[in-house]
């Protein structure tokens, strides 16, 4: 065969090919399968990862009394893992009372009490509570708040004693919930429960549903190490800012960023950034879980948050929530560094935002460790010490110290040293071989 005849027969091909193809297009009809349309809240992220708000709105320990023996945890795979497994639970009836003399958990044939303490860092609006359990409640939610959750396991059906900070009022909400079922999910978590003591402070803190509560014996406990970085000031004012033109204020700090309607200053020592939106008016006396769910937003949306923090306080007179980081479980103090972030919400708009901007990365593997005396230990040294009254004490947890790391040879490297930190006159301070500070 010549080539003038390959050519034909190859020419031929393709014009077969193209007129295959052309009847295909011309034939082609697209399926079309149904779109989910419906606009949800945009999930952005923190750090790197979703945040969901039930992440932020965790309690910081349980601890499971079943006559003498207590039991506590503050792992996050049981605080968290045993609230997902009860949601739509229905709330059958709330009633608040202004006394605790209501606060009676039932008790067994053999005169017992059986009860779960769920312990928040502050107190927190009812509403948000049964949104973060996803319950079912028909009715209105009471204008309450409260700190700790007494779970009477007793009854065939759970009932809840929610009890404020001041330990004043007891709000009892009735649910479906089947104590047996309950049980069985604190059994399945058990091994992540350890020895707890009840501590009483105070005549308010003398029975055991009001004590406070901790680990008995922590013993020695890892200090952690990581990795920082700076997060960069322009970077938060590009978000914040928009496009409102800023002059900056200060050469060796503190830096102050001015704008037409917005002002910002940022601490180089402490890291600590605040700003303040000059359109905005402060209003205080909004509706509690509205207002930290609208800081909740705010918060995912400007790269602010991330599952590591947790409500730590509101302030209802200023629409302030106060979010803490954790390590492990474990609250994040430090004597050096910021370590909160706080939200006030005006009107229409947030009114101040004040912020970190060192953001922990990788761990730096360690061997140190921090040796914890027992909690009763804390406790009676306190006591015995002339500066302080014992009666002020209102919690007693492990956290965690985060400071700089004092090698010479490690640059940007921030520790955790666990310490035993106390809640006292509404403040908290660290536990110091017998002294707070």
Known sequence: MNKENVKSVVLLILVISSLVLTLMVWSYQPEFSEVETEIERTANLGPGEPVPFQSVMRAYQLVWVNDENVQGTIEEEAVVGIREYIDGTEI????????????????????????????????????????????EYEGDYPDYSYNRIIVDLVEPEVNFYLINEDLDRVAIAKTNLESDYLKSLLEAYSELFEDYTAVITNQQTSNNKTAIYGPTAPGEMPVETFLYNVISVETVNSMLFLDDDYTMEGNDGPYVYEGESNIATYNSDTYAYSYNNLEESLTGGS????????????????????ERHVLFDYIGDENNSVYRSSMNGHFVFSDEISTTISVKYGEHAVYEYVRPLLRVNAQVPGSESSELPPIENVRYEIALNENYDLQHVTKITIGYNMAFSTAENEINVVQYTPSWYVKYDG???RFDEGSLN
């Not at 958990?105 to 948000?128: C, G, I, K, Q, W």
């Open 427 to 429: 403040q908290w301070m």
């Open 287 to 306: 509706d509690p879980h509205q207002t930290i769910q609208l800081s909740f937003y705010f918060l995912r949306s400007h790269i602010g948050i991330d």
């Open 92 to 135: 059958t009836d709330i009633d608040v009372y202004n006394s605790l003399s209501r606060l009676s958990p039932s008790r067994n044939e053999e005169d017992d009490e059986e009860f779960l303490v769920v312990d928040y860092a502050s107190d927190m609006p009812t509403h948000s509570l049964f949104e973060v359990l996803d319950f």
